[in-house]
């Protein structure tokens, strides 16, 4: 599974608030700068 999928799946687990929140977050990252690469690393961690 590549990091895009891996952060999708983990944002969609959150529970309560969290889940908007990173989602929203990612979305105003994603539009500052729509070639930003997306990792998974650190032990399961995304950056």
Same mark, same amino acid.
């Given at each position: %599974?590549?990091?895009?999928?891996? &952060?999708?799946?983990? #944002?969609? $687990? +959150?529970?309560? =608030? !969290? !889940? $908007?929140?990173?989602? /929203? +977050? !990612?979305? #105003? #990252? !994603?539009?500052?700068?729509?070639? &930003? &690469?997306? /990792? =998974?690393?650190? %032990?399961?961690?995304?950056?």
């Amino acid at each position: %599974m590549n990091a895009t999928k891996c &952060i999708d799946n983990l #944002i969609a $687990k +959150l529970p309560d =608030w !969290r !889940r $908007k929140t990173f989602a /929203e +977050l !990612r979305t #105003i #990252i !994603r539009d500052a700068d729509p070639q &930003i &690469i997306e /990792e =998974w690393k650190w %032990m399961g961690t995304p950056v």
